[in-house]
T-cell receptor, first 112, second 120 residues
Framework: GESVGLHLPTLSVQEGDNSIINCAYSNSASDYFIWYKQESGKGPQFIIDIRSNMDKRQGQRVTVLLNKTVKHLSLQIAATQPGDSAVYFCAENLTRRGKLQFGAGTQVVVTP | NAGVTQTPKFQVLKTGQSMTLQCAQDMNHEYMSWYRQDPGMGLRLIHYSVGAGITDQGEVPNGYNVSRSTTEDFPLRLLSAAPSQTSVYFC???????????????????FGQGTRLTVV
């Protein structure tokens, strides 16, 4: 998993398995969280978001879980595919108006 | 729909040179931001703007200036480049959305493809 501001961990996943990427956030007042995917040489791409009045949100093959009690966020990717190989960042919105604080990221490597 | 467009994609500067990184968005977003990304680290906020004519500092503003004369454009200026400014720079924009009444909602940011800057 990752924590805001620390080193970049790597998650190696076999194709077809489920991936779980973890993130610990720092500010208990944050009320909006986003997961981004960044492929090599590209900008971050929005995956899914969740507001603090929810504890789970599902998208296409992705699920985000939010545990406010322990300030923990996770991204689950179902049936991981080679195209899922990328760095995944969680971000928290501290004060609205587009200002985001990012975690250091997790490198996901999908193996055949 | 182009989204967020950054130019140039690559740039090499000598220490002390100045340059402007361009950012334009065609989504009519009120909020725009500049981030830098260094190896093994997440993105760090440099400057941001909540609308034309309004800018403010982020986490790492030193050595950078910004202006926002139009909704579409948010250039980032390096007045005297230093090797410590070698990084990948991302511009982002976000829409302003209101929930019921006037309560402002948080919204996601849309990113450009980045400018890779090397200062030698």
């Amino acid at each position: 998993g990752e924590s805001v501001g620390l080193h970049l961990p790597t998650l190696s996943v076999q194709e077809g398995d489920n991936s779980i990427i973890n993130c610990a956030y720092s500010n208990s007042a944050s009320d909006y969280f986003i997961w981004y995917k960044q492929e090599s040489g590209k900008g971050p791409q929005f995956i899914i978001d969740i507001r603090s009045n929810m504890d789970k949100r599902q998208g296409q093959r992705v699920t985000v879980l939010l545990n406010k009690t322990v300030k923990h966020l996770s991204l689950q990717i179902a049936a991981t595919q080679p195209g899922d190989s990328a760095v995944y960042f969680c971000a928290e919105n501290l004060t609205r108006r587009g200002k985001l604080q990012f975690g250091a990221g997790t490198q996901v490597v999908v193996t055949p | 729909n182009a989204g967020v467009t950054q130019t140039p994609k690559f740039q090499v500067l000598k220490t002390g040179q100045s340059m402007t990184l361009q950012c334009a968005q065609d989504m009519n977003h009120e909020y725009m931001s500049w981030y830098r990304q260094d190896p093994g680290m997440g993105l760090r906020l440099i400057h941001y703007s909540v609308g034309a004519g309004i800018t403010d500092q982020g986490e790492v503003p030193n050595g950078y200036n910004v202006s926002r004369s139009t909704t579409e454009d948010f250039p980032l200026r390096l007045l005297s480049a230093a090797p410590s400014q070698t990084s990948v720079y991302f511009c982002a924009s976000s829409p302003r959305r209101l929930a019921t009444g006037t309560h402002e909602m948080n919204t996601e940011a849309f990113f450009g493809q980045g400018t890779r800057l090397t200062v030698v």
